[in-house]
């Protein structure tokens, strides 16, 4: 009973640090912030732009290891052809990982130092 717990524990955790991937609903038109990270879904496959721009006819938006002043590494495509939109970001995933792993270590610390620090 406490290992299904512990892991149950465990899993919500890991899954608390992740880039916390949604869907919006409804999907915005205009542009998105610059620095908002967005998967754009097609064919089953998944692309992750920055910079995106959503009309009533197309989603366009600059690869996501391009600089976001790279208008000319902009691509569009039609909004007809994008199964679904996700909006994350995977930044703030790696410092809640990092926070959580470093409370791990403090609560493991105060657990240790509240039986005594210094083992006789």
């Known amino acids: ?3 299904d717990v512990g892991a149950v524990t465990a899993t919500l955790l890991v899954a608390a640090c992740g880039a916390g991937w949604h ?3 409804p999907v915005p038109l205009g542009a998105l912030p ?10 089953g496959n998944p692309v992750r732009w920055h910079a995106v721009r959503i009309s009533a006819d197309s989603v366009s938006g600059i690869p996501f290891l391009q600089p ?3 208008d000319t590494c902009r691509t569009q495509v039609p909004r007809a052809s994008v199964d679904s939109l996700r909006l994350g ?3 703030a995933g790696f410092w809640k990982t990092i926070g959580l792993i470093s409370g791990a270590f403090v609560v493991a610390g105060v657990i240790y130092c509240s039986r005594g620090c210094y083992p006789d």
């Not at 610059?34 to 064919?43: L, N, S």
Request: positive net charge; hydrophobic residues 45%.
């Open 1 to 3: 009973m406490l290992r």
């Open 23 to 25: 869907q919006p609903a």
């Open 34 to 43: 610059a620095r908002q990270q967005v998967q754009v879904w097609r064919a």
């Open 68 to 70: 976001v002043t790279c």
């Open 89 to 91: 970001n995977p930044v």
